[in-house]
């Protein structure tokens, strides 16, 4: 329908945004304990809804490097690349964007108490629109069957190029041994460029400015566990969410050059339906693995079951790793959010 073309809306989003750091915060990028780390995360959402094709899908896969760790002694340069594809009804409305992000991590204090990192990021987004895939009211028929000769509007080309940047701030303090809080923000889409679809409108449409600001707080106890209570808000415009909740992680071996956690998760999403998210991940040396599905509990998603469909739900699968190829030194670690 055409007013896909006008509605509220928000940019791509994660129930596991720490696992795809440079889509949540260009902030983030090299802030870890390591020189690379390679990124992958897979979005399936509302499955339910099409037994052929992906009705929401977002596959994402980014590197980044923490550099010049031993001339800038408590911190680091961080550079890397993302790219990630958003499509939606069988690719009715398709993007690719690549961007690059450089970041720069600073510690203060002794081993690194305070963190501090500021980021920018700067691509294209290349978006398609398939406009043969459009159905206007018009167009149906008495016995609901559709006339796909009919036109509705007049489309300029649906093929768009346009230039993206990011901005991001990321905050870091361990205030006591074993404990630390951390929060983050993001300023994403500063180029406002025109999503100009739609031939002789009266309306000129931009892509609007989106604020992020996440946060959380870790908390070990005596080594045998960890806690990790964290939140999101994203706002886009009209559009808004809030994700909150736990993930808590035990190590199933303690020792911490062969440290592996188990991690289990609940958290919730709040913007216009409810969202209960339970996640499980794990942790073994540089490689983490995450796995999260997306409950939606609000009516309009009960009541779907009654119109002759699967409960529509989603799901997230993501995939990291942190390598070395010099080993960092103790007094500059980076800390790096998870789960």
């Known amino acids: 329908m055409v007013g896909m073309l006008t509605a509220n809306a928000q940019d791509i989003h994660f129930s596991q945004f720490y696992a795809s750091p440079l889509t949540l915060n260009p902030a983030l990028t090299g802030n870890f304990n390591g020189f690379y780390r390679i990124t992958g995360i897979y979005r399936n959402q ?47 409305f398709n993007q690719n964007q690549i961007l690059v992000s450089l970041a720069y991590n600073m510690g203060f204090g002794p081993k690194n108490k305070i963190q501090l990192g500021l980021g920018l990021q700067g691509g294209l987004a290349m978006t398609k629109m398939d406009f043969s895939k459009f159905e206007f009211n018009d167009g149906f028929n008495s016995d609901l069957s559709y006339n796909s000769s009919y036109n509705g509007e007049t489309f300029n080309s649906g093929n768009r190029m346009k230039g993206v940047f990011n901005a991001g701030l990321f905050f870091k303090y361990d205030f006591y041994t074993g404990m630390r809080f951390y929060t983050g923000y993001s300023f994403n889409n500063a180029t406002n460029y025109k999503q ?17 600001l996440h946060g959380g707080f870790e908390f070990e106890y005596k080594d045998k566990v960890v806690f990790i209570p964290g939140y999101l808000f994203m706002y886009q415009q009209k559009a808004n969410e809030t994700n909150f909740g736990l993930t808590a992680g035990i190590h199933v071996i303690k020792d911490p050059a062969k440290r592996a956690t188990l991690f289990l998760g609940l958290w919730n999403r709040i913007n216009n339906q409810y969202t209960l998210i339970p996640k499980v991940g794990f942790e073994y040396k540089g490689f983490r693995a995450g796995f999260a599905y997306d409950v939606h509990l ?16 989603g799901f997230e699968i993501t995939l990291s790793y942190i390598g070395n190829i010099f080993q960092p030194k103790e007094d500059n670690y980076l800390f790096n959010p998870r789960y």
């Open 298 to 313: 609000s009516r309009q998603y009960k009541d779907h079951k009654n119109i002759g469909g699967q409960l529509p739900q």
């Open 46 to 92: 509302f499955p339910g809804l099409s037994s052929n094709r992906p009705v929401f899908s977002t596959p994402s896969a980014s590197v980044d490097l923490s550099l010049l760790r031993e001339k800038i002694k408590k911190g680091a340069l961080g550079v890397g690349i993302v790219f990630f594809n958003d499509q939606q009804n069988g690719k009715t």
């Open 196 to 212: 100009d679809f739609l031939a002789n409108s009266t309306q000129t449409y931009r892509l609007p400015f989106r604020h992020t």
